[in-house]
Structure formats: structure tokens, C-alpha cells
């Protein structure tokens, strides 16, 4: 089988490794793909991710016979609307199902019709209105986008003048672009944050081990918030009954409210949870596996990918066993010297000659200049490990890191901690 997985990072790096397990799987083109993806597949660097009619056009023109489309763009875009339109099928959902992550708006109200716990908001597109709500509004509280915005489109203000400038920035100086025409304005809360990825055809659901990711670019989950500087899986907070009662009043609503709304979701959806007093509320849709957190997710599968894949593309999902690995996996980013903020590309990594058998490199913001493999992104490669216990696989995955340099090298050194203190806890 010839596979085409469109995205550029280590998510994609992570899922086109999982389909290479496959013996009936023989090319698998990556594009644009990167670096460490072109050791994995045929990396079209020249065909970008946004790309519509040229990725359809170089699936047609290769007989492709299953398509992944990875990121949130191009689904948004309408890339499996256009792929399935020349025959070619593939995973993810469509770009009305799509809006789910697409618009905040959209999702918020989709919850608030169908009674799907969250928090609760009022949308604006109208900057004077609402600096008018923050007057009355409790602090900290949380000021998003409604569009994509790269996962950077959510503010959380601590006080009424951070709240107007979080609004100013948003609506009117365009930080996010035409992403900032309305906003959701949504109240603060607490409570330890999982993420769940779910394979679904619509109507059937898998779900995926529970994660947990560290956004805060510094130890002890201080300074920026980044697009994820690790993760570990399972989520020692989600619990079998917290993920009953998340099946019964977040996933399976959510799906059937999809399809009342006539745009059934099928692909991975991704559940960024808040386990509050009150119970698991959502903090938000993604309409695609979480990066970093398939990094940690899919290394536990023991299913074969491309064969749960194709049970969502084909609508039989319900006759499938999904199954997962009793152990623990951890993810370390290593990042270039300065991000979230401003940083340097361009600089040449050295590697072990080799890794634990339970170790592997996923490659994020890495590309080929000459000989040398260089960094080319903020978040530049994903050190994950698997092992029994999450205390085994973070050791391994911190080990296999500090194999691994390039100049600038940063990472955090407490992923994982609060996991295992909550595990001591239980």
C-alpha cells in the first residue's frame, strides 16, 4: 500500500512510525514532512500542508491508497472533502466537522445546546462590548479566539486591565488575524487537566490512553506557555470511573450532538478535559491528535494504526478491539534556546549511534542541510520512552535526552512530577 500523511511535525513523525508497522504498508509519503521524517518516508518538502490542490493532485498522480491528514489547517481547509471527491479515502474528519476545533464559537454553543459540561461564556465580536463584560466579570477568567491560532489563541488575563488588553491584542490589534473577529470569553477553571484522543467513525468510540501534557515553558509550570514541552501517559488523575462518567456525559453527547447538527465527526477527536469539584468539564475540542501528546499515545497501541484507521474511514469501528500496552510512556521536548520567544534555526544536531530498544526519536522542527541534520522550529525533537512503570520511562526518556545536542538546547527537567506525586496520592 502506498499511505500519504500530510503535517510536518512530531505528531506526524510519530503517527507515519506506527503505520510503518504495518508489512503491507510499502511507501509512505510525508508532505511536507521533515528532517528526521525523511529516515521514515518519502519527504515532499516542496507541497505544503495548507496545499489543497497540490496534495490532491500528487495523490492522484501516485495512486495513493489512504490518506492522513494531520493538521488542524488543512482539515479546516477542506483537505478530506477534496480528497474523498477524487476517490482517495482517508482519516479525519471533513471540514464541517472540523469546526468543532475550527471555531470556538461553534463548539461552545454546540456544548451549551446539548447540556455537554463546560465552562461557562458569552461570545462577542464587538471589542467595546466586551471590555463592558470585563467590568463585571470575576478574575482570573479566559479570553480565546475563535479561530485557529496556532494553539496560541488563549489569554488568561489575572485582572480587569490584563483582560483589555488581552481584548485590545485579540480584536482589534489582530494578533491572531481575521482568528480574532469574535472571542469567547469563558470562566477560569481549576482542577487537574487531562487529554483524551478518541478514535471515532461517528458513531462508534475508542478512546485512547489518557495524558497529560506540561505547557508552561519553565520547571514548575512557570513562564510562557509553549505548544507542549512534554508529556506523559497514562494521567494518573483519570480514573476509570472519571472516564465512565466522561464517556456518558462528554464523548458519547458529543458525538450524537455532531450528528444532530448534521456534520458526524470521524477521525481522532481530541477532549482537553478539566476535572473540576463540579466534575469533568471541557476545556476544548481538537479535531486531530494532540501534539505532543500522540507522542505518548500512540507508542501504548498495540492495535495496528492503519487497521483502526481504516475502521473509521469505513464506518465499522464498533467491530474493532482497540487495544493498549499496560505500561507508561514519556515525552521530553527538546527546544531551541529561547522559545517560546524569539530563537535561532540552523544548528546541527549529533545523535548516539544508538538507543534503547524503548526509546525513540521523533523528529518536530528538524531539517537536512548537507550532511548534518539541523534544527529548523521552537520545539525541535520529542525523546520518548516506554516502559512498565512512568517512573522507568521517564528515567529511559531523560537518559536518551542527554544523548542527544544541539547548541541552545533546552529543556524542562521536572515532566512528569506532578504525576508521580498524584500517584503517591491515590
Known sequence: MKLLVVGSGGREHTIIKKLKENP??????????NGGIAADAVCVPEIGAKDIPAIVEFAQAHAVDFAVVAP???????????LHEVGIPCFGPDAKAARIEASKVF??????????????????NDPAKAMAYLETAD?????????????????????????KAAVKSIME????????????????LTGPEVSVLAFTDGTAIRPMVSSMDHKRAGDGDTG???????????????????????????????????RAEGCPFKGCLYFGLMLTPKGPKVIEYNCRFGDPETQVVLPLLKT?????????????????????????????ILASGGYPGSYEKGKIMTFPESTAANVTIIHAGSKISGDNLVTNGG?????????????????????????????????????????????EEV
Do not use: H
Not at 231 to 258: G, H, K, R, S, W
Open 24 to 33: 503491507a504498508v510499502e511507501t509512505i509519503y510525508a508532505l511536507p514532512g
Open 72 to 82: 488542524d489547517d488543512p482539515l479546516a481547509l477542506g483537505c478530506v472533502d477534496r
Open 107 to 124: 463548539s461552545k454553543n454546540l456544548m451549551k445546546k446539548y447540556g455537554i459540561p463546560t465552562a461557562a461564556y458569552e461570545v462577542f
Open 139 to 163: 478574575f482570573p477568567i479566559v479570553i480565546k479566539a475563535d479561530g485557529l491560532a496556532l494553539g496560541k489563541g488563549v489569554l488568561i488575563p489575572q485582572n480587569l486591565e490584563e483582560g
Open 173 to 188: 490589534d489582530k494578533a491572531f488575524g481575521d482568528s480574532g473577529n469574535e472571542i469567547v470569553i469563558e470562566e477560569f
Open 224 to 258: 510562557l506557555n509553549t505548544g507542549g514541552m512534554g508529556t506523559v501517559a497514562p494521567n494518573p488523575y483519570y480514573t476509570a470511573e472519571i472516564a465512565q462518567e466522561c464517556m456518558d456525559t462528554i464523548f458519547l453527547p458529543t458525538l450524537a450532538a455532531m
Open 304 to 332: 495496528d494504526l492503519l487497521t483502526v484507521m481504516q475502521a473509521v474511514e469505513n464506518e465499522t469501528l464498533a467491530d474493532l478491539e482497540v487495544e493498549w500496552s499496560d505500561g507508561a510512556a514519556a515525552c521530553v
Open 379 to 423: 520545539r525541535v525533537l520529542g525523546i520518548t520512552a516506554t516502559a512498565p512503570t512512568l517512573k522507568e520511562a521517564l528515567a529511559d526518556a531523560y537518559a536518551a535526552a542527554a544523548t542527544v545536542d544541539f547548541e541552545g538546547k533546552y529543556m524542562r527537567s521536572d515532566i512528569g512530577q506532578r504525576a508521580l506525586r498524584a500517584m
